[in-house]
């Protein structure tokens, strides 16, 4: 754990989407453009939308830090913004390099470059919220679904702090677009934030956030859904939130403390958490290192599980859980890992190695290499062709199955064959 946490990455492996390259006037609409030209623009920000979707795939597949990216992934869920109204994909590019690059740093750091991201001024309304016309959208989610959840503020905190996050814009005109704060725009009158009247403004309204107790327990809650159970454990919580608090709210030692606690390692909690699209489906392409499938493909599978990256449902992210297995995703899944199996026994069975490379979805540079992964011995030996070996057999189910595999271990069943009959378990959909 101490290794993982001590090599988090922050800036990805892979080069830029390619579109990031065309001058900023190809890819952005014009004062007075047509209904043609405003029609292209729409067709080139879809398309450059999917192509940056398949950049982040492939980015997840390949990275030497994968534990960064399930990190990225659980700020994107936290921190909501969604390309179909930002409608910039080179904003929600940056966005995804300032949540790599804070996933395992400080989250009052994290916090602060979020609130004038330019995606997130644009997706929750900042760039409306001026002095005189408040815009609460920002506001009310920085509270209910960024630091304090619901019942930990009043409807006049709210309020107020609209006022106080007046006055910034995304400014588009270079080719790296960013946020000012505009001071004709912000209210610089007195406002009364949980029980403080002052002239507040973004610093002041942060710092009366992340005074307040409660925000150590909301992240620790919302990490402990997300790696530990769906079932709180108060005692246990609190004195992580504690520690975070008293860190300054610096993430590793949360993590830290998170991932090595008893609860996360206690038997009960095995299987208590349902892999998402991402997780299944990156997950079974870093260990079987199958190449054939094109990051741009993986997507499409991913997103028809119900998992759209840069795409989810509302503010509130994906609801996950139980959520994601109904009837028809659970097809699907089965369906990929058909496929996955199938590509990955031909390979065995041709004597191919892994030294390819994922194609398409406008990633560049990016391969599969020989000897990745500290399991690489181990994927040989599950999938080479030959007599059983019930050590390797118990040790692949410890490791693929959180639970007891439903299905049973057919009498001279090869390798290749224990690992079709995990992988497709139903107990392989857990974590």
């Given at each position: 754990?101490?290794?993982?946490?001590?090599?988090?990455?922050?800036?990805?492996?892979?080069?830029?989407?390619?579109?990031?390259?065309?001058?900023?006037?190809?890819?952005?609409?014009?004062?007075?453009?047509?209904?043609?030209?405003?029609?292209?623009?729409?067709?080139?920000?879809?398309?450059?939308?999917?192509?940056?979707?398949?950049?982040?795939?492939?980015?997840?597949?390949?990275?030497?830090?994968?534990?960064?990216?399930?990190?990225?992934?659980?700020?994107?869920?936290?921190?909501?913004?969604?390309?179909?109204?930002?409608?910039?994909?080179?904003?929600?590019?940056?966005?995804?390099?300032?949540?790599?690059?804070?996933?395992?740093?400080?989250?009052?750091?994290?916090?602060?470059?979020?609130?004038?991201?330019?995606?997130?001024?644009?997706?929750?309304?900042?760039?409306?919220?001026?002095?005189?016309?408040?815009?609460?959208?920002?506001?009310?989610?920085?509270?209910?679904?960024?630091?304090?959840?619901?019942?930990?503020?009043?409807?006049?905190?709210?309020?107020?702090?609209?006022?106080?996050?007046?006055?910034?814009?995304?400014?588009?005109?270079?080719?790296?677009?960013?946020?000012?704060?505009?001071?004709?725009?912000?209210?610089?009158?007195?406002?009364?934030?949980?029980?403080?009247?002052?002239?507040?403004?973004?610093?002041?309204?942060?710092?009366?956030?992340?005074?307040?107790?409660?925000?150590?327990?909301?992240?620790?809650?919302?990490?402990?859904?997300?790696?530990?159970?769906?079932?709180?454990?108060?005692?246990?919580?609190?004195?992580?939130?504690?520690?975070?608090?008293?860190?300054?709210?610096?993430?590793?030692?949360?993590?830290?403390?998170?991932?090595?606690?008893?609860?996360?390692?206690?038997?009960?909690?095995?299987?208590?958490?349902?892999?998402?699209?991402?997780?299944?489906?990156?997950?079974?392409?870093?260990?079987?290192?199958?190449?054939?499938?094109?990051?741009?493909?993986?997507?499409?599978?991913?997103?028809?599980?119900?998992?759209?990256?840069?795409?989810?449902?509302?503010?509130?992210?994906?609801?996950?859980?139980?959520?994601?297995?109904?009837?028809?995703?659970?097809?699907?899944?089965?369906?990929?890992?058909?496929?996955?199996?199938?590509?990955?026994?031909?390979?065995?069975?041709?004597?191919?190695?892994?030294?390819?490379?994922?194609?398409?979805?406008?990633?560049?540079?990016?391969?599969?290499?020989?000897?990745?992964?500290?399991?690489?011995?181990?994927?040989?030996?599950?999938?080479?062709?030959?007599?059983?070996?019930?050590?390797?057999?118990?040790?692949?189910?410890?490791?693929?199955?959180?639970?007891?595999?439903?299905?049973e271990r057919v009498p001279g069943e090869l390798p290749a064959q224990t690992l079709q009959r995990l992988l497709l378990d139903p107990t392989f959909q857990l974590k």
């Amino acid at each position: 754990m101490e290794r993982v946490l001590a090599t988090l990455q922050t800036e990805p492996l892979l080069p830029p989407p390619e579109f990031l390259e065309l001058p900023l006037e190809e890819r952005t609409l014009a004062a007075g453009a047509s209904r043609e030209e405003r029609q292209r623009i729409q067709r080139l920000r879809r398309r450059h939308g999917q192509e940056l979707a398949a950049w982040w795939v492939a980015e997840m597949a390949l990275t030497d830090s994968p534990f960064t990216e399930v990190l990225t992934l659980f700020w994107h869920d936290h921190f909501v913004s969604e390309l179909r109204k930002v409608r910039a994909p080179e904003l929600m590019w940056r966005q995804n390099l300032l949540l790599r690059q804070h996933a395992g740093g400080n989250f009052r750091e994290l916090l602060r470059e979020i609130s004038t991201d330019p995606a997130m001024v644009i997706y929750l309304d900042t760039q409306q919220n001026r002095k005189g016309r408040p815009n609460e959208n920002y506001a009310r989610e920085l509270f209910e679904l960024f630091t304090l959840g619901e019942g930990h503020y009043t409807e006049s905190d709210v309020k107020e702090a609209a006022r106080a996050l007046t006055g910034w814009r995304v400014n588009r005109a270079s080719g790296s677009p960013g946020t000012n704060f505009v001071p004709r725009f912000h209210d610089d009158g007195e406002k009364r934030i949980f029980g403080v009247t002052a002239e507040h403004d973004l610093d002041s309204l942060l710092a009366l956030v992340l005074a307040r107790p409660r925000v150590a327990t909301f992240i620790t809650e919302e990490l402990w859904r997300a790696f530990v159970s769906p079932d709180l454990e108060a005692e246990t919580i609190e004195a992580l939130a504690g520690g975070f608090r008293e860190s300054g709210y610096e993430l590793r030692p949360l993590l830290r403390g998170l991932l090595l606690s008893d609860a996360f390692w206690r038997e009960t909690n095995r299987g208590a958490l349902f892999r998402s699209p991402v997780d299944l489906v990156i997950g079974t392409v870093r260990l079987l290192e199958s190449r054939d499938f094109p990051p741009a493909s993986l997507h499409r599978t991913i997103s028809g599980m119900g998992q759209a990256l840069l795409s989810p449902p509302n503010v509130k992210g994906w609801p996950g859980g139980e959520r994601w297995i109904t009837s028809d995703s659970l097809l699907q899944r089965r369906q990929f890992l058909d496929r996955a199996l199938l590509g990955r026994f031909i390979e065995a069975t041709r004597g191919q190695t892994m030294d390819g490379g994922m194609r398409g979805g406008g990633m560049r540079g990016g391969r599969m290499r020989p000897g990745q992964g500290a399991m690489d011995s181990l994927r040989a030996e599950w999938t080479a062709l030959g007599g059983s070996n019930p050590e390797r057999d118990a040790a692949l189910t410890q490791c693929l199955c959180p639970l007891p595999a439903v299905f049973e271990r057919v009498p001279g069943e090869l390798p290749a064959q224990t690992l079709q009959r995990l992988l497709l378990d139903p107990t392989f959909q857990l974590k």
